[in-house]
C-alpha cells in the first residue's frame, strides 16, 4: 500500500500527516509507503514549518528532516490512494487527474473519521499554536483509521 498525503505548501499539514502515518504503520508493524507533496510548489525545497516540527516533536515524532515537494501527474502511478486536507487541495488534485483510474485515489482525509462529511483539515499557517494543535489531533484521529481499514484489508 503507498499513501500520499497533499496539502498546499508540504510544510504545514501533510508533513504532519506523512509522519503521524508512518509512526502508527511501524506500531502496528505495517509495511507501507508514505509520502507528502503540496499541490503549490510554494515551498519547495523547505523542510516542514517549524511549529508543525515542534508540535511533532512534543508526540514523539521526528518531522524535521522532511523536504517540501509539488504533487506531479506521476503521483498517480506511484500511489495507491492521495489524501487530500481540505476541499481546495482534493479539486486541485482531480484537475490533473487523467482519468477514472486516477481520480478514484483522490479523497479528503477526515473523511476516514467522520465519513460523508466533507470536512477540511484547517490550514493552520496564519494561525497561533492552537491551529497545530487541532492538526495534529485530526491527523491522528484519521491515521489510526486508515492503518485499522489497512489491517482489515479494507482502505
Ligand atoms: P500547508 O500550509 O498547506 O498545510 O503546508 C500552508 C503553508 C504555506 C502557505 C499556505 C498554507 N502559503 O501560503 O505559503
Same mark, same amino acid.
Given at each position: 500500500m503507498k499513501i500520499l498525503m497533499v496539502c498546499l +505548501?508540504?510544510?504545514?499539514r501533510s508533513p504532519v500527516a506523512e509522519g503521524v502515518l508512518k509512526h502508527k504503520a511501524n506500531f502496528y508493524g505495517l509495511n507501507i509507503k508514505v509520502d507528502s507533496a503540496g499541490?503549490? +510548489?510554494?515551498?519547495?525545497g523547505e523542510n516542514p514549518d517549524a511549529r508543525s516540527v515542534a508540535h511533532a516533536k512534543t508526540k514523539g515524532i521526528d518531522i524535521s528532516n522532511l523536504v517540501s515537494r509539488q504533487f506531479k501527474v506521476r503521483d498517480f502511478d506511484e500511489f495507491d490512494v492521495i489524501y487530500a486536507m481540505d476541499k481546495s487541495n482534493y479539486f486541485d488534485i482531480l484537475d490533473l487527474a487523467r482519468n477514472e483510474n486516477d481520480s478514484k485515489k483522490?479523497? @479528503?482525509? @477526515?473523511n476516514e473519521l467522520?465519513? +460523508?462529511?466533507?470536512l477540511a483539515v484547517p490550514d493552520p499557517y496564519y494561525g497561533g499554536s492552537d491551529g497545530f494543535e487541532n492538526v495534529y489531533n485530526l491527523l491522528d484521529g484519521a491515521c489510526d483509521v486508515i492503518c485499522k481499514k489497512i489491517i482489515e484489508n479494507n482502505l
Amino acid at each position: 500500500m503507498k499513501i500520499l498525503m497533499v496539502c498546499l +505548501g508540504n510544510i504545514c499539514r501533510s508533513p504532519v500527516a506523512e509522519g503521524v502515518l508512518k509512526h502508527k504503520a511501524n506500531f502496528y508493524g505495517l509495511n507501507i509507503k508514505v509520502d507528502s507533496a503540496g499541490t503549490s +510548489g510554494f515551498h519547495n525545497g523547505e523542510n516542514p514549518d517549524a511549529r508543525s516540527v515542534a508540535h511533532a516533536k512534543t508526540k514523539g515524532i521526528d518531522i524535521s528532516n522532511l523536504v517540501s515537494r509539488q504533487f506531479k501527474v506521476r503521483d498517480f502511478d506511484e500511489f495507491d490512494v492521495i489524501y487530500a486536507m481540505d476541499k481546495s487541495n482534493y479539486f486541485d488534485i482531480l484537475d490533473l487527474a487523467r482519468n477514472e483510474n486516477d481520480s478514484k485515489k483522490v479523497r @479528503l482525509i @477526515l473523511n476516514e473519521l467522520h465519513p +460523508g462529511k466533507n470536512l477540511a483539515v484547517p490550514d493552520p499557517y496564519y494561525g497561533g499554536s492552537d491551529g497545530f494543535e487541532n492538526v495534529y489531533n485530526l491527523l491522528d484521529g484519521a491515521c489510526d483509521v486508515i492503518c485499522k481499514k489497512i489491517i482489515e484489508n479494507n482502505l
